[in-house]
Structure formats: structure tokens, C-alpha cells
């Protein structure tokens, strides 16, 4: 065991071994201080601090800056606040990390409330997602075609977003009407009238524009104007349609020796078609009908009524008007009205310069029209009509000693119906008769037969049929009258937008009461219009006419070719 002396001896040699040691490292950071700094000391050699600037080991500035070198990527030099890159994605500072499967659908591994988002007011909600099984939602509002015209995915003149509804917080705009018509006239407003204006300028070739048995062609001309103006009033109503033409031959027809023919020298012939219809709505039932009219034409061509040597056609006008009312019981409907016209024709010239009077085809026809109608059900209105009419000539006796004088009308029951506006239209059957002052002319009577109707196939092709039924006036010894029976079905096509094509067929009987006269007559033609713009379309037409009478040398057939501009506004 050691004493105590043994262990001061023990300390004393340790302090002594500890004195030198504390003067070295004195002295040594003594001589660390004193150094100085010298060009060996950045020099580019082995032993040298710095990387030298052309070394290829040296970093640029660019892979200094980069985040995916090595020290960006270090974990011992990036920020430890700033997390890791996720492979699904960013991840937020202060969130959790992102539910592995969450996608769309709504699906969440972590089984974290979804929330909602927030819509301003007004805006417009997206559909929610289809369900399995379920047909996807369409990108818009229309309805799904089997075929999207180019004109919907073609390139368009950027609008603003007002205008094409994406501001945020705007109410939803309402879609515009898809126009029926677009390359139809446009119009203008005159106050509170929309009119619409329209020429046609059309020429051709009628291989036989006299109608006659031995043909004779000519180059012809037509010029058509037209006027439309429709009143645009919350109340009443009043439309004015005036359509008038033209026809004019460059050939004259100058009469053969020895042959007798009621073509005239010239066979230029005018047409105007007009009426103004009004309506004054006294109250919710009860209305007031006006309307006025005006037609001036001439004979047919072919047509026995025509004289023999004739310098040109006789022109006649009929002009008149119509008042009535209608009044409404809930779905019971009264209409009655009276009418008055006016024919009266010119006087003939004659090719030896004589004129002859045409007074005694001239007469007033004074009538009254009754009707009920009922509604049945949405869009189908049965209805009964009554018409009657009297039939007063200037002269008491025509140039062939009959009277004229007669009295006669109609009776009609039918339907008018629309059926999801794909077949719309008026269908009628009746009986008409006419009997006349002269005993010597027979009563004329017959089945009436009418029909207005229209069937949209499909949004390309549309048909039409339509039906009539006149009695007209004859200046024919012995033959009371002329019961003209008119069949027409057309159909539409439009192969494009600006191009319709339209094929016509007309077939008819016209019987000669007291007389073995009957005629039947048919028109086949085909109409290609090219739709240039709203202002100005090119037509193309041509047609085959026939008329086949039982009376010897009366039968005549013509081709008629047409090209012609039609501009409207």
C-alpha cells in the first residue's frame, strides 16, 4: 500500500513532464500567426486549395445553380423543411402526404372528406360524372347528330367572353334560334313593317309558246318583282304580297294562209298576283278579317275562249274584297264573311287593225262564306264550310246569244292538323254546283276536292301536295262551264345549304259541261337553285307540259329551258 509520500513524489513528476509540453504549443501558435500569404499558396498545383479554372473537374455555374446535382440532392446540404419530391405528385408544406388511388372519381385510400367546390352565384353547375353503365353526358345542349355539318367545326372569329357566357358568375345565355332559312332575304324596317323586296330576271327557250298542234318556237324573257311586307305589332296584323311577271317572246307568230289558229301575232302575256290582309283583334275571341284583292292575267294559252286572229291577248283584271269576323267559344270557332269581285276583260285587237268589245264576259260575283271549326285536340281542328255565290253579267246576253247570269256554290267538310310540325296541313272533300238562267245550259256540278299539305321527311327533304278545285267562265256555244280539277305534289332537297334542288309534277281534268270536250293536261320540271348569298341566287329550270284533249287537233306538248338571277333583299 503506498503512503503519501509516494503519492506527492507521483504529482511532482507529472507537473514537471506537463511544463515543457505547454511552453511548445505556445511557441507553435505563435509561428501560425506570423505566417503570411504568398503565391504558392493559390498556385495551380497538386498541393494547391482551389480547383484551377480550366480543369474539367471545376463545376459551372449552371450545374452550380441545378437542383438535381449531387449537393441539391445531398441531405446533408438542402433544407430539411423542404420535403422530398413525391412521385404522385407535389405534396403541400404543411399538409399530408397524397392518398395513394385518389384520382376523379372521388376514390381515397386515406378516407378523407371530399370537399365540394364553391360556385359564385348564378354560375353554371357542371353534370355530375355517368354512372356505370350509363351514356357519357353531351358537350353541349343540342341534340346529338348522326352527322355535325362543317359549318359547326370550322374555324370562327373569336367573340367575347361576354357574349359566348364564360365569364364567371355570368347567368347562363340563352341559345339563339337555329335560322330556318340562311341564305333567305334579310329585309328592312320601315317603323313597325319588315319589308322584304326580291326581282327575278330569267330567259330561256319555249318550243312552243302559242300552244298550238303544229309548233312554233321562241326565245323568251321574264321579269319577276315581288314585295312582301308583314307588320310587326303586338296587336293586329297586316301583310301585303304582291308578286307580278312579264313574259315577253322575241318571235311573232304572224298567221298562215289557209290555216286557221287562235294563236295570236303576239304572245306577250302579264301576270300580277296581290292581296292586303288585315286583322283587328277587338278582343281575346273576337277578330275582324279584311282583305283586298287584285289578279290580272289572260287566257291561257290553247285555251278555246281565245278568238281567232288575234293581234295579241286580251288582258282582264279581277279586283275585290272580303269582310268578316271570327269568334271564339273556348275550342268552338264561327267564322262568316261576304265578298264582292269585279272581272273585267279589255278589249280584242284584231290583226286587220279592228278591235272587237269583250263586255259581255265582264260580271260581278257577289258571295258569303260560313265556317265552323272545333279543337279537338292539339293540332287537329275538324271543320264545315258553306259558301255561296251569285253571278251577275253586264250584258244579259253573250256574243253567242246565251245568258250568263248564273248562281252556285260549295259545300266542304275537312280537317287542318300539325303533327310535331312534320306533317302539317289542310285536307277537305265536298260538292260544288252552278246552275245558270239559260235553259239550254246545263247545271254544273262535281266532287270538290282540296288539300294543302306539307311533310317534312327530313331535315333536308321536304313534299308538298296540293289540291284545287274552280269553276270558271267559258264563252264555248252550248258549254256551261269549265270544272277544272289541279293536282300538284313537289318535293325539296337541299344537297347543301346553298344548293336546292326541286322536281314538280302537276296533272289535272278540265270538263266541259254540255259539251264532249275533256282535257287532261301535265307538267313534269325540275328546278336547281344556287344559293349565293342572302342577296343574290342563280336558278336553272326545265320543264315538259302536255295537254291531251279528246277533240281532234287540240293536243300540244312544249319543253321549256330557263336560266335565270334572282336578287333580293
Known amino acids: 500500500m503506498a503512503g503519501p509520500v509516494e503519492g506527492r513524489s507521483r504529482r511532482a513528476t507529472v507537473f514537471r513532464a506537463a511544463l515543457p509540453c505547454l511552453a511548445l ?211 293586329h296584323a297586316l301583310v301585303a304580297d304582291l308578286k307580278g311577271s312579264f313574259t315577253g317572246y322575241t318571235n311573232t307568230f304572224p298567221p298562215v294562209d289557209g290555216v286557221v289558229s287562235s294563236a295570236p301575232t303576239n304572245v306577250d302575256r302579264p301576270n300580277f298576283n296581290g292581296h292586303v290582309d288585315g286583322r283587328l283583334d277587338v278582343s281575346r275571341d273576337t277578330r275582324l278579317l279584311g282583305q283586298a284583292r287584285l289578279l290580272v292575267a289572260t287566257d291561257n294559252p290553247g285555251s278555246p275562249n281565245i278568238q281567232a286572229g288575234l293581234a295579241r291577248y286580251p288582258v282582264y283584271a279581277t279586283f275585290g274584297g272580303t269582310f268578316g269576323v271570327d269568334q271564339n267559344f273556348n275550342r268552338l270557332q264561327l267564322s262568316a264573311g261576304a265578298a264582292v269581285d269585279r272581272t273585267v276583260y279589255q278589249n280584242s285587237q284584231l290583226t286587220d287593225g279592228t278591235s272587237t268589245t269583250n263586255d259581255d264576259r265582264n260580271y260581278n260575283q257577289f258571295g258569303g262564306l260560313g265556317r265552323v271549326s272545333y279543337d279537338l285536340m292539339p293540332g287537329l281542328k275538324p271543320f264545315g264550310e258553306i259558301e255561296g255565290n251569285v253571278r251577275s253579267h253586264d250584258l244579259l246576253v253573250d256574243r253567242n246569244g246565251y245568258q250568263r247570269n248564273s248562281n252556285g256554290g260549295s259545300v266542304r267538310a275537312g280537317t287542318t292538323f300539325e303533327f310535331s310540325r312534320i306533317l302539317t296541313g289542310e285536307l277537305a272533300v265536298g260538292w260544288a254546283a252552278r246552275t245558270y238562267e239559260d235553259p239550254r245550259l246545263l247545271p254544273l256540278q262535281g266532287l270538290l276536292t282540296s288539300a294543302s299539305l306539307v311533310w317534312v321527311a327530313t331535315p333536308l327533304t321536304t313534299a308538298k301536295f296540293f289540291a284545287t278545285t274552280t269553276i270558271n267562265e267559258t264563252t264555248v256555244p252550248g258549254v256551261s262551264g269549265v270544272l277544272t280539277r289541279t293536282y300538284t305534289a313537289e318535293v325539296d332537297h337541299d344537297f347543301r345549304r346553298w344548293l336546292t334542288g326541286i322536281g314538280k309534277f302537276t296533272w ?62
Open 508 to 569: 289535272g281534268t278540265q270538263t266541259y259541261q254540255g259539251d264532249q270536250r275533256f282535257d287532261r293536261f301535265y307538267s313534269l320540271s325540275g328546278d336547281l337553285i344556287y344559293k349565293m348569298n342572302r342577296n343574290l341566287w342563280i336558278t336553272g329550270t326545265l320543264r315538259r307540259d302536255w295537254l291531251d284533249s279528246n277533240q281532234p287537233g287540240n293536243s300540244t306538248a312544249a319543253t321549256i329551258v330557263m336560266l335565270g338571277v334572282r336578287l333580293q333583299h
Open 25 to 235: 504549443i505556445a511557441l507553435t501558435g505563435t509561428i501560425a500567426q506570423a505566417q503570411i500569404v504568398t503565391p504558392d499558396l493559390f498556385s495551380p498545383t497538386r498541393s494547391s486549395q482551389l480547383t484551377p479554372v480550366d480543369s474539367p473537374l471545376r463545376r459551372t455555374n449552371a450545374e452550380a445553380n441545378d437542383k438535381t446535382s449531387d449537393e441539391a440532392n445531398d441531405a446533408r446540404v438542402r433544407d430539411k423543411e423542404k420535403p422530398a419530391p413525391s412521385r404522385i405528385g407535389a405534396i403541400p408544406r404543411y399538409g399530408l402526404p397524397a392518398a395513394s388511388g385518389a384520382s376523379s372519381s372521388g376514390y381515397d385510400s386515406l378516407n378523407r372528406k371530399l370537399q365540394k367546390p364553391k360556385y359564385y352565384p348564378g354560375q353554371v353547375r357542371p353534370k355530375p360524372p355517368p354512372g356505370p353503365g350509363s351514356r357519357p353526358p353531351l358537350l353541349s345542349n343540342t341534340p346529338l347528330r348522326l352527322s355535325i355539318p362543317p359549318s359547326q367545326t370550322a374555324n370562327k372569329a373569336p367573340i367575347p367572353p361576354a357574349m359566348a357566357g364564360t365569364v364567371v358568375g355570368q347567368p347562363a345565355r340563352k341559345r339563339l334560334k337555329d335560322d330556318d332559312d340562311p341564305f333567305g332575304a334579310v329585309g328592312d324596317y320601315a317603323g313597325s313593317f319588315l319589308i322584304k323586296s326580291a326581282v327575278e330576271l330569267r330567259g330561256g327557250y319555249d318550243t312552243n309558246p302559242a300552244r298550238i298542234a303544229v309548233p312554233r318556237g321562241s326565245p323568251f324573257y321574264v321579269v319577276a318583282p315581288e314585295f312582301l311586307a308583314v307588320s310587326d305589332w303586338e296587336r
